[in-house]
């Protein structure tokens, strides 16, 4: 249960695209392709956006090597040794050391059912002004279903997200992958969506929506920092073989049907999941997602989410401990929190992940006496 | 005649292979991989290296998406803002900017028949010891059919080369896409071959021996080494499903005969290359190459590379200006050299380009003087 892994049973056939791709296309699959991505695809993700709201065009979208290598891109663009992010505390635990390794230092903010905590992150700047010091280069956020809090940042809150960038020259980093991942309720705009002065930098990936391995994700923001980004991406652009088999997939019209069983698969799981929870954990709490891959549990106030992880993997069980999720190091965090997974596993594995974790959730709770009273062999 | 493309008619078929990876392996191929590349390809990468000399061992190769991400990951390893890096003037000029975005300084040496000049580095070394200033973090070399020179370095040169890189604790970064790619000859040690104190990392790429679109390449270094790289190689490692088409491929055993395939064609365009060369343009003289891509001609001195370059384009022929091909902005380079690609156009075009090539040398030769005369409409 640690993983954002797809399920094994829902990755589609994509044989047919690639044979396709390698037969009619091959000159072009097997080349070097644009750097930017190839345009078939940058067009065809500009009007997948544009069923979001976001009004693009194949010149403002870079297509990555998945989302890391977007956010990889971004840091290298904005960020000099030293700089400053804002980022919800918990976050996604891999940004952290992509942050870190360009010397970001990490303002955490807080998150509520609302999302983001724009009131802390406008009172941190102003205090930052008038202390004179340098306001942080960018927000970074995921604002459905977040990692790992399964939280999703309400239409006004957003509003007041992007008012506040704007006001204040800051930019977002909007990580998007879990948006189409929705079980219920309706989606909200993106940020990209209601941000007219181009202060969000959007980064989408079909790792989500076709499948991890294919590794094809992109950014889109202003012209002229998707011009700067090209030239930051060293790599002679991502494989034309896989952009194209998305392509063929996604121009066939076999996205949407397949987004649809992804939904309807994982709205599964996570039904299957939080019923197991609540009958073996009620000893915990949780906000349950409407979308996503995680669910955000929150402990007892004496118990440790390291030590519950470190026991649970010894029952066979895996999952995260909410230590994993916190990016400033000199801070003190709380430690009653871990993190479950609900993609990967079978509806069945799912039930016995979850007793085995309730098993060691006991364990810890009351841990056993053998090892002190241990009788004389 | 400008691009380092393959010769599309040479792509191979790897619909067999897709569609193999894309059923049997489903699973393993669209979910994400090991970081540091799936274990079949490295353990693949490690007997081929070992048919080259290299005993190297998959904890110590690591898969990149291309060439030049591997570039990319050991200058973030090795190089810190104001670091200097050796290379020869002129050096594959793609390089350039990625060093640079390192904020490299560059430290430019010659190179004759032999290949770099080692005496030379190692008396810039032994300066800038006794200036007591900080050594170049590494060599770059393209010790195989160097781009844009051509020129392959001899054996008792990469010794000497290995042995200064030990004798200072400077690394050495052999790029090798072209290796095999050899017309005639016999084959020397890679440098990674003759290494016994691991200070090269060694970078190769089966965009060459493939196709580019496929973009997977590796380096080889010592496992502490790779380690660390295995940290910066942020995007969750490469499409574990290109790999193993790769890895299909050359498990299977084709690479080899594909390899001849290639070899033969190239040699052909080659010698057409450097037929028309002699026929259409005596004036300018060259070494030929027994391999790899690129001739690097040397115009009369009189002739500059930009001007030809440019009206060559106007004429229809694409060639690159060898002002393209140096690294350090601060040194006056010669002006009298072009590159010229044989491999990506048909042996026809070859002809046509190296024609019209002529026309444009003879045209910057001796300027046109129409615009000077022009008659009064």
Redesign the interface.
């Known amino acids: 249960l640690d993983?954002?892994?797809?399920y094994?049973a829902i990755?589609?056939?994509?044989?047919a695209e690639?044979?396709r791709v390698?037969?009619t296309y091959?000159?072009?699959?097997?080349?070097?392709?644009p750097k930017q991505g190839i345009p078939e695809l940058r067009e065809w993700i500009t009007s997948y956006s544009r069923t979001d709201g976001v009004s693009t065009s194949a010149d403002r979208v870079l297509v990555t090597?998945?989302a890391?290598?977007a956010?990889?891109l971004v840091c290298?663009l904005l960020l000099d040794e030293g700089d400053s992010v804002v980022m919800t505390s918990p976050t996604y635990f891999?940004a952290i050391?992509?942050f870190r390794?360009f010397g970001a230092r990490f303002i955490e903010v807080g998150q509520d059912e609302q999302g983001i905590d724009v009131d802390q992150i406008a009172s941190i700047f102003a205090e930052l002004q008038r202390e004179g010091r340098p306001l942080p280069k960018f927000i970074y956020d995921v604002p459905e279903f977040h990692n790992p809090t399964g939280l999703t940042t309400s239409l006004s809150r957003r509003q007041s997200l992007v008012d506040l960038a704007a006001k204040w020259g800051v930019y977002i980093v909007e990580d998007s992958p879990y948006r189409r991942i929705r079980f219920e309720g309706s989606s909200i705009a993106p940020l990209k969506a209601i941000d007219p002065e181009d202060y969000v930098f959007h980064v989408g990936t079909f790792?989500k929506l076709i499948?991890?391995?294919?590794?094809v994700g992109w950014v889109s923001s202003s012209a002229e920092m998707i011009a700067r980004l090209v030239?930051?991406k060293?790599?002679?652009g991502?494989?034309?073989?896989?952009q194209r088999i998305v392509h063929e997939f996604c121009a066939a019209g076999k996205l949407n049907a397949h987004t649809e069983r992804v939904v309807a698969t994982y709205r599964t799981h996570r039904d299957r999941i939080v019923s197991a929870l609540r009958r073996e954990l009620p000893e915990i709490s949780m906000t349950v997602p409407s979308g996503g891959y995680y669910i955000w549990l929150r402990l007892p106030s004496g118990i440790d989410g390291d030590e519950l992880a470190k026991q649970g993997a010894q029952e066979g069980v895996s999952v995260l401990p909410g230590s994993k999720f916190y990016a400033a190091a000199d801070i003190e965090h709380p430690k009653n929190f871990i993190r479950v997974a609900y993609t990967h596993a079978t509806p069945d594995e799912i039930d016995e992940g979850v007793r085995r974790l309730a098993s060691a959730f006991h364990a810890v709770e009351s841990p056993p006496r053998e090892q002190h009273a241990q009788p004389v062999p």
Request: proline share 10%; hydrophobic share 30%; net charge neutral.
């Open positions: 993983s954002g892994h797809a094994p990755l589609p056939d994509l044989t690639a044979e390698l037969t091959r000159s072009q699959a097997l080349q070097y392709g090597n998945g890391k290598q956010l990889e290298r891999t050391p992509i390794s790792s499948a991890p391995g294919i590794r030239q930051l060293a790599d002679s991502s494989s034309p073989l896989t």
